[in-house]
């Protein structure tokens, strides 16, 4: 594989490491990925799975952002964890730093339709590629300790491993998956369908603002960048399929940050891109099986938070709402702030007060529920 004009092959470490190496790139630069006419003919969109969602999941329990999206599933789940072996605990900090992602289970593995098949495929990845891949943690001083011994094809250590990985599956993805997956189904068929009617270039357009077509160019804003070990004819902000291909994948937790990753045996590379989830499908996604409809808005949004949401349905003012809820009116200013900035509530200030009213993406909420 050749990076950049007329750039050599990349050792396997560098392979591994770029573009995803979050702790060595610079923040802010925009990617461009470069497309030849065979890279166009070998776009598909796919669903990677659940071991996908699992890893992009870990993040979120480390990030307060996106609250009107996650903190139901992010309240649920870290209540949960508290629970979980210290071998989940330990494979989470490996595999998915807070500050860093460096562990790609799913490049390993490749799309994986459900949970047995890409933990079946991960068990059976050659030992070279997952050393290689294991390794990346040696450099920000993360100590593999008996995750290690996986790359060896030690059972005691496999087995520790997929034992973590599914205890915090069964916590986290399991319960949310058939609805996550029609999420992401639903996604993949508008794409393709896109594709299909109105060509490439109409569908890799339709991706904006998360990333920007510029033919023959797709441009991924914000973008980490590549890390500076590259030799000197290694740009860091382009990327050439060169015929490689791309596979695009949509992802439900991966809402901030897309990126490029890089298989080990040579197939196409991975574009994670965010999808556009909104109030009301994150309130039917973290719905659990039986919950009431009231409950599920109380756990996406807190208890106080959504009786504030269904006072400001019929029109009120901070000292309203205050009054309504029980609480002093700077409570109730804070909850409107919140609800607000989710783009669930507009205020507006009139003399020495200040109105609220529910959004349509509010208005859609309540209806929802």
């Given at each position: 594989?050749?990076y ?6 990349a ?14 790139c610079h923040?802010?630069?925009?990617l461009?990925?470069h497309f030849?006419?065979a ?5 598909r969109?796919v669903?990677?799975?659940p071991l ?15 609250r009107?999206l996650?903190?139901?599933w992010?309240t649920?789940?870290?209540?949960g964890s508290?629970?979980?072996s210290p071998?989940?605990?330990e ?16 490049t390993?593995v490749?799309?994986a339709?459900d ?5 079946d495929?991960l ?9 290689d891949?294991f390794?990346l943690?040696?450099?920000?001083g993360?100590?593999p300790?008996w995750?290690?011994d996986?790359t ?6 496999q087995?520790?491993?997929t034992?973590?990985l599914?205890?915090?599956?069964t916590l986290?993805?399991a319960?949310?998956w058939p ?8 996604e ?11 060509g490439?270039?109409?569908m890799l357009?339709?991706?904006a603002?998360?990333?920007?077509w ?6 991924v804003?914000?973008?980490?960048g590549a890390?500076a070990?590259l030799?000197?004819?290694?740009t860091d902000t382009?990327?050439y399929?060169?015929?490689r ?7 439900v937790f991966?809402?901030a ?16 891109y965010?999808?556009d ?6 309130l039917?996604?973290w ?6 409809n009231?409950r599920?808005?109380a756990g996406l ?12 349905a019929?029109?009120?003012t901070?000292?309203?709402l205050a ?5 002093s009116?700077?409570?109730a200013?804070?909850?409107a702030?919140v609800?607000?900035?989710a ?5 507006r200030?009139h003399?020495?007060t ?5 959004t ?6 309540l209806n929802?529920?």
């Amino acid at each position: 594989m050749m990076y950049g004009n007329g750039a050599g092959p990349a050792s396997s470490e560098e392979f591994a490491r770029w573009p995803k190496h979050a702790g060595l790139c610079h923040d802010g630069a925009v990617l461009r990925i470069h497309f030849t006419f065979a890279d166009v003919t070998k776009v598909r969109v796919v669903v990677l799975g659940p071991l996908a969602e699992l890893q992009t999941s870990l993040s979120k329990l480390h990030e307060p952002g996106n609250r009107a999206l996650f903190d139901g599933w992010r309240t649920r789940t870290a209540a949960g964890s508290q629970v979980l072996s210290p071998d989940v605990r330990e494979v989470a900090r490996f595999i998915a730093p807070p500050t860093l992602a460096l562990v790609d289970l799913f490049t390993l593995v490749g799309p994986a339709d459900d949970w047995a098949d890409g933990v079946d495929r991960l068990c059976r990845v050659p030992a070279g590629p997952l050393r290689d891949e294991f390794a990346l943690t040696a450099g920000v001083g993360i100590r593999p300790g008996w995750i290690g011994d996986f790359t060896d094809g030690d059972r005691t250590a496999q087995r520790r491993l997929t034992s973590a990985l599914a205890e915090y599956h069964t916590l986290a993805i399991a319960p949310y998956w058939p609805r996550i997956r029609a999420v992401l189904d639903n996604e993949r068929t508008a794409r393709v369908e896109i594709m299909a009617s109105h060509g490439l270039d109409a569908m890799l357009a339709g991706l904006a603002p998360a990333l920007r077509w510029k033919p023959p160019v797709l441009e991924v804003p914000g973008h980490r960048g590549a890390p500076a070990h590259l030799p000197a004819n290694h740009t860091d902000t382009d990327f050439y399929l060169q015929g490689r291909g791309l596979l695009l994948a949509p992802s439900v937790f991966n809402i901030a940050d897309p990126g490029l990753y890089l298989p080990w045996n040579n197939d196409p590379a991975v574009l994670i891109y965010p999808i556009d989830l909104d109030a009301p499908t994150a309130l039917r996604l973290w719905r659990r099986p039986g919950e009431t409809n009231e409950r599920a808005l109380a756990g996406l949004l807190g208890t106080t938070r959504a009786t504030a949401l269904k006072v400001i349905a019929d029109g009120c003012t901070t000292t309203e709402l205050a009054q309504r809820l029980g609480i002093s009116p700077g409570g109730a200013s804070q909850h409107a702030t919140v609800l607000r900035e989710a783009g669930l509530v507009v205020s507006r200030r009139h003399r020495n007060t200040v109105r609220h009213a529910l959004t349509s993406l509010g208005v859609d909420l309540l209806n929802a529920a």
